[in-house]
């Protein structure tokens, strides 16, 4: 499970070094796709064997559903797999990075099962909105 944010940097080629918090001591591949929210510019990367058990689930969804091609046109349509190298970078493809608006100044966060990486000012503009789109969904004691 992933938490935690850390601010990094992507050198000139794109990669990303992960947080050795981040890292998956016993595979080092993984699947970097897009957010498919509206709004949401950033990029989600899954460990490689929770990828491969959202495409059986989503290998079972009605295709014949606008709403779940679309879904999958942007989620499956961008997922990359990839590897981190020997010092735990993992190589954006420039598509991906586009798509999300990554420049020099990211930010990863852990999101249980899956890690988000955010441009360095859209995730500043995204958690400094004063209304919160969660309040009031998540009913979980603290």
């Given at each position: 499970m992933f938490g935690g944010i850390t601010n990094?940097?992507?050198d000139e080629r794109g990669r990303l070094a992960l947080p050795?918090?981040?890292r998956d001591k016993d595979d080092d591949r993984v699947v970097v796709t897009v957010n498919p929210h509206p709004g949401e510019k950033c990029l989600f990367l899954y460990p490689r064997l929770y990828w491969d058990k959202l495409e059986e689930h989503m290998a079972k969804l009605n295709t014949q559903l606008l709403p779940v091609r679309a879904f999958q046109r942007l989620f499956?349509?961008?997922?990359?797999e990839v590897d981190l190298?020997?010092?735990?970078r993992v190589l954006l493809p420039q598509a991906l990075r586009d798509h999300a608006e990554l420049r020099k100044r990211a930010v990863v966060v852990g999101q249980l099962t899956k890690i988000e990486i955010w441009d360095e000012a859209l995730w500043s503009a995204a958690v400094a909105q004063p209304d919160?789109?969660?309040?009031?969904l998540v009913d979980i004691p603290l």
């Open positions: 990094v940097n992507l050795v918090r981040f499956v349509g961008y997922a990359t190298d020997s010092n735990g919160s789109p969660v309040e009031g």
